[in-house]
C-alpha cells in the first residue's frame, strides 16, 4: 500500500501582487458605463395633489367667511350677488361654447395664463376694499344696478359673439368642412367683440361698489392686457387666414367702433 507522505507535493496556488479593495472598486467604476443621475422633480400626481390642496384651501376661506356672515351680506346687496352670479354662469357657459380659436391653451406657457389671471384678482379685491377703507358705507343702489346693467351687456355680447363663432366658423365647400374668418353678427362691427364684452362686464364690477380709482385702475391695466390679447389672436389669425385676416383688419376696429 503506497504511503500517502510519499504522494508528490501539490504546486503552490501563485498569488501576485496584492490589490487594495478601494483600488479594485474605483477600477470597476472607470471600466462601467456612467448615466447621469436625473434630477428628482415632482410628478404629476404631486400637481395634482396641490391643486386638490388649493381648491380645499380656498373652500375653507369660503366657509370662514359664510360664517361670518357674509351670506347676509349678499342678501342685502343684491345687485353684488348678481354680478357675481352671473359672471359664474357666463364663465360656465363661456368653457361650454368656446371654439377652439385663437391661442392655444395647451401650447401657451402655464406661468403666462396664470399672470393673466393676476389683474382679475386685483380688480375683485381693490374695489371692495376703496369701498371699505376710503370711504365706507354703501354705493347708490341706481349705480350698483346701473353697474349690473353693463356687466349683462356685456356678458350678452361676449357670449353672443363664442356662439356665433361656433355657427359661422365653418362652411362646406366642394363636399368639405372647411373653417373660414367669421365676418357676420357682431364680428361685422368689430374683430373681438367677445374681448370687448368681458372688458365692459370688469369694468362694472367698481362702478357697482362705486370705487373711482378701482374704476381707473381697472380701465389702465384692462387696456394693456386686452391690447396684448388682441396681439397674440391676431397673430394666431394672421397665420390661419393670411392675407385675408389683414384686410379685415384694414375695413374694421378691434374693439370700439371707430375708436378702438
Known amino acids: 500500500m503506497p504511503d500517502p507522505s510519499d504522494a ?18 474605483f477600477g470597476a467604476l472607470d471600466d462601467a458605463s456612467l448615466e447621469p443621475i436625473a434630477p ?15 381648491l380645499f384651501l380656498v373652500a375653507m376661506v369660503g366657509a370662514v367667511a359664510l360664517g361670518l356672515g357674509i351670506s347676509t351680506y349678499f342678501t342685502q346687496h343684491t345687485y353684488i350677488a ?26 401657451d406657457a402655464l406661468g403666462r395664463r396664470i399672470a393673466d389671471q393676476l389683474p382679475l384678482l386685483i380688480l375683485f379685491f ?13 354705493a347708490p343702489r341706481w349705480l350698483s344696478a346701473l353697474a349690473l346693467t353693463l356687466e349683462l351687456t356685456g356678458l350678452w355680447v361676449a357670449l353672443g359673439a363664442r356662439i356665433q363663432l361656433g355657427f359661422f366658423s365653418w362652411e362646406k365647400r366642394d363636399g368639405v368642412e372647411q373653417r373660414v374668418l367669421v365676418r357676420r353678427g357682431f364680428y361685422r362691427f368689430i374683430r373681438h367683440p367677445a374681448i370687448a364684452g368681458i372688458f365692459l362686464a370688469y369694468i362694472a364690477w367698481p362702478i357697482a361698489y362705486g370705487a373711482p380709482l378701482s374704476a ?3 380701465i389702465a391695466i384692462g387696456a394693456m392686457v386686452v391690447r396684448n390679447s388682441v396681439r397674440r389672436e391676431e397673430r394666431e389669425l394672421i397665420a390661419r387666414y393670411g392675407d385675408e385676416y389683414t384686410s379685415y383688419q384694414d375695413e374694421s376696429d378691434a374693439l370700439v367702433p371707430n375708436l378702438w
Open 126 to 138: 381693490a374695489a371692495p376694499c376703496e369701498r371699505t377703507y376710503l370711504y365706507g358705507g354703501e
Open 82 to 107: 348678481a354680478y357675481l352670479l352671473a359672471y359664474g354662469g357666463f364663465r360656465c357657459a363661456d368653457l361650454l361654447v368656446r371654439e377652439d380659436y385663437g391661442p392655444d391653451p395647451a401650447r
Open 8 to 25: 508528490a507535493p501539490k504546486p503552490a496556488k501563485s498569488t501576485g501582487p496584492l490589490v487594495d479593495p478601494a483600488t479594485r472598486l
Open 40 to 54: 428628482s422633480l415632482p410628478d404629476r400626481n404631486f400637481f395634482l395633489r396641490l391643486g386638490e390642496l388649493m
Open 216 to 218: 381707473i385702475l381697472t
